[in-house]
């Protein structure tokens, strides 16, 4: 059965920096492309970053650029995402994803399992 568990997701104060961590299990991991995801109340799911199964190639979207890093170590079958200089418009749940296909991919519909979240709240 495969399971992914997030951690880390808190209340900060804007300007503030947390790291996210996801552990996988049940699936071969360093198989997997996996991403963040975030989600705010009344909004649609939206990509964050995304990493190669290698960790070799990353992509985030145009808002975290800069503020956000994405890692992975295989060897521990955990994904990570460092989180910093946040501002109020972060807060959301988060989510990690892992994704079969070898592109890495920005929409939900192409990763095949989900964690179940973890909020991030970040205060003005």
């Known amino acids: 059965q495969v399971q992914l568990v997030e951690s880390g997701g808190g209340l900060v104060q804007a300007g503030g920096s947390l790291r996210l961590s996801c552990a996988a299990s049940g699936l071969t991991f360093s198989r997997y492309i996996t991403g963040w995801f975030r989600q705010a109340p009344g909004k649609e799911r939206e990509f964050v970053a995304t990493i190669m199964w290698s960790g070799g190639s990353t992509s985030y979207t145009d808002s975290v650029k800069g503020r956000f890093t994405i890692s992975r170590d295989n060897a521990k079958n955990t994904v990570y995402l460092q989180m910093n200089s946040l501002n109020p418009e972060d807060t959301a749940v988060y989510y990690c994803?892992?994704?079969?296909?070898?592109?890495?991919?920005?929409?939900?519909?192409?990763?095949?399992?989900w964690g179940q979240g973890t909020q991030v709240t970040v205060s003005s």
């Open positions: 994803a892992a994704d079969r296909s070898r592109v890495l991919h920005t929409t939900p519909s192409w990763y095949d399992y």
